[in-house]
């Protein structure tokens, strides 16, 4: 059977920019700052096999060097790359090897894209000090400001519940939803705090229940969420449940509810974009691209072909990625003045009992 057009699309694009960049610049290597061992290696492992197969298919050498995210490492790594004169790096899991290696690499006019670091204080001493440093994942605040959008769309006119769990986590994300939503004059009905990792949440669904809340937006774990679904129901109390990016996690010990929403990054792997890249994958072994693996692949692509833009239009590597839209198996990519990502990725989904998908109707 034959692809989707979109899907050959992104495949033909891919080849395109490798073809152009293997005849349009002299031989580059790639950095890729990843964990080899320790507690972090198998996301090292994940950002290896996806940059890997990547570089493979653009023509781009590669260094690997180990990230032992101490805050005392990222000299090491700087040097590291210095030494094998890479035309770029990516990966860079940790803030502590990043931020330390930032200065060195500044020097070199060496670009960096991490795929990990959320920091807002990092990229503020970056823009401060002219770091070349790209953020691939999205910002610590992207999630609250979609969140606060999907709340003041969907929300209006309705009793609703900003819930927390306690931890510096929950309630920083609350904080950051409640302040948007009060600049657009609208207050939550009901601020709560529940005791985390119960067996039973009860008493906090039948306090929503008398207050007449039918929506809740809780910033805690998937379990809690889980917890908190299952005794709604079987209260027989009307709750619509929507929770953060936590709720992309293991789907156990409890199970959870058909419906419950969340404002999370999409399955990369089940997106169009992605196909092209999943096939090179599977060539190279990896049938089941997991964590960091796309986003890494991804990053290579921005990579290939921001080094062939370089040398085609005689620009510094920095420029091009300040500049140009790229396309990748995650979507298309372009970064801000601050050297974030121009769009933010997150997006409203819902549990259909096996993963979560595109949602297909407001929450309420």
């Not at 152009?20 to 096999?49: C, E, M, N, W």
């Not at 939550?188 to 809740?216: C, D, F, K, W, Y």
């Not at 239009?313 to 121009?342: C, M, R, W, Y």
Request: one cysteine or more; charged letters at 20%.
């Amino acid at each position: 059977m034959d692809k989707p057009l979109s899907m050959l699309t992104s495949r033909i694009l891919f080849l395109v920019a490798s073809v152009a960049f293997a005849h349009g610049a002299s031989a580059a290597t790639l950095g890729v700052v990843a964990p080899q061992d320790g507690p972090y290696k198998i996301l090292g492992d994940q950002i290896r096999q996806g940059a890997k197969a990547a570089a493979a298919q653009a023509g781009l050498d590669v260094v690997e060097i180990n990230e032992d995210c101490t805050d005392s490492g990222g000299g090491a790594i700087a040097d590291g790359l210095v030494a094998a004169k890479v035309s770029i790096a990516i990966g860079f899991l940790c803030s502590e090897t990043l931020a330390s290696s930032l200065p060195a690499l500044k020097e070199t006019g060496t670009p960096v894209i991490t795929l990990s670091s959320r920091s807002t204080i990092l990229l503020e001493d970056a823009a401060k000090n002219s770091w070349p440093v790209f953020r691939l994942a999205p910002s610590d605040t992207a999630e609250s400001d979609r969140l606060a959008e999907v709340i003041l769309r969907d929300w209006q006119g309705s009793l609703f519940a900003l819930v927390d769990d306690g931890t510096i986590h929950g309630r920083e994300l609350v904080d950051r939803i409640r302040a948007k939503l009060e600049e657009a004059g609208l207050q939550p009905t009901r601020m709560e705090t529940l005791r985390p990792a119960q067996e039973q949440q009860v008493a906090l669904v039948r306090r929503l229940s008398r207050a007449g809340i039918g929506n809740v937006f809780m910033a805690t774990d998937r379990n809690d969420v889980s917890t908190v679904a299952r005794d709604a129901a079987s209260e027989n109390i009307a709750l619509t449940v929507l929770g953060g990016d936590t709720l992309n996690a293991a789907n156990a010990p409890l199970a959870l509810t058909a419906g419950t929403f969340a404002v999370t990054l999409p399955d990369y792997a089940s997106m169009p974009a992605a196909a092209a890249a999943l096939d090179i994958l599977t060539a190279a072994g990896v049938t089941i691209p997991e964590g960091y693996t796309l986003p890494a692949f991804a990053a290579v692509q921005i990579a290939a072909n921001g080094i062939g833009l370089a040398d085609q239009q005689k620009k510094p590597v920095l420029d091009i990625l300040k500049d140009s839209t790229f396309t990748t198996a995650i979507g298309d990519v372009a970064f801000n003045e601050a050297h974030e990502l121009k769009n933010n990725p997150y997006s409203l989904q819902q549990w259909n009992g096996q993963a979560f998908v595109p949602a297909a109707r407001a929450v309420r």
